[in-house]
């Protein structure tokens, strides 16, 4: 009986205690709370608030030890538990502040990099504008010289064309003077008639198988009649000659029409025309080979019998 | 005469003595209660949702702890200042935390937009 109460005795005890060891709700929640704070970032970014909570905690467990129901106890776990979420808070205000200072430093780094990229940016395209500026300006150049180039063998050859026109108005120039002068001296050479005698007069051309004079007969023409105009009393016969070339028939009317044609010029110049008389010989009394050239050309001829 | 001549003196200083301890035990401080509520509410606290539960508490708390002055149980009082003192502290602690949080992600928003903006390609940022 006696062991039985013992034990009954023992057991209430037991159970009196085991309920005396439960702790407070407040101070389950402190050390959860602190546990979740020191296996944080709160150990490295406030250990000294972490201390206190630390410290807070402490005490709430000393007052739990020695006097597990007291408010004392519950207020002090719950003290502990608030300043373990504190130093829970307080590093998070610290990570935000560090990842604040971070993400500004590596704005000003970007602004750099921004500026060192945009000044880099800056630099390429001026050496691409400068060179292409260059380009610009030698192409610019090379067209430029082409152009003078081109102007001025333009300017060389119009100096060279007015100066050949030049020399060639010159030449015609001279080479009319010349012939001006010379016809003009043929022309003032005087023809000596001589009765019973024959005058030939070679230089007087027709238009081929016509009888139409040429320009260039006209100073023998001149000659002629300033021989018929210094002798007045004097009549010719104007006979007309061909070369071989042809029928004899067709020559012989072609060599008359040939001396017609010169007494007309000289009637349009005002000789009369009652002083001449022409006749057509043809191929009949060559002076020359009609084999050359030269000799058809002295075949080819006009003479002036006078009478 | 002569005894109540003693008496008297002493029934005073006892009668002052009676009161000035009845008087002390109405007499905490709740300075440092008080102050820390003004600071979480300067902080802002009321408009953090995680902050404003336990300036609320710190408050009430605050209302208790007079509620226990005026019954005379000052230990439970000062106690129950401390205890709302320790919530107004992490309300202050939430309010900051939560402003330099938000600042924080402002902070790396603006680095991520720049470089986006500038076709830089993006870092490791982390909070």
Known sequence: MKSITFLIIILCAGLLMSCASVPPIELINARQAYQQASSGPAAQLVPADLHKAQEALALAEKSFQDDPKSFHTRDLAYIADRKAKTAEALATTAAGNAATTKANKEYQATQTEIVKNTKEDLATAERGSAIKSEQLAVEQKARLDAEQRASDAQLEAQRVKASTDAEAMLKDSTNAAAMKLAEQKSRDTLIVFEKGKTVVLRGINFDFNKATLTEDSETILWRAYNAMAANPDVHVVITGHTDNVGSQKSNQLLSLKRAQAVRNWLVQKGTLSSRMRTVGRGQNEPVSSNDTDEGRADNRRIEFYVQ | ?127
């Open chain 2, 1 to 127: 005469m002569r005894h109540l001549n003693m008496i008297l003196p002493a029934g005073i200083v006892l009668l002052t003595a009676v009161l000035a301890g009845c008087g002390s035990t109405q007499v905490i401080n709740k300075d440092a209660s008080m102050s820390a509520i003004s600071a979480a509410e300067e902080a802002g606290a009321s408009k953090v949702p995680s902050a404003s539960l336990y300036l609320q508490l710190a408050k009430e708390e605050l209302e208790n702890a007079k509620g226990l002055v005026s019954k005379g149980d000052k230990d439970q009082a000062e106690s129950m200042l401390l205890r709302a003192q320790a919530d107004a502290e992490l309300a202050i602690a939430l309010s900051h935390g939560d402003a330099d949080k938000t600042e924080a992600a402002q902070a790396i928003e603006r680095v991520r937009q720049l470089r986006q903006d500038n076709q830089i390609p993006q870092k490791g940022i982390s909070q």
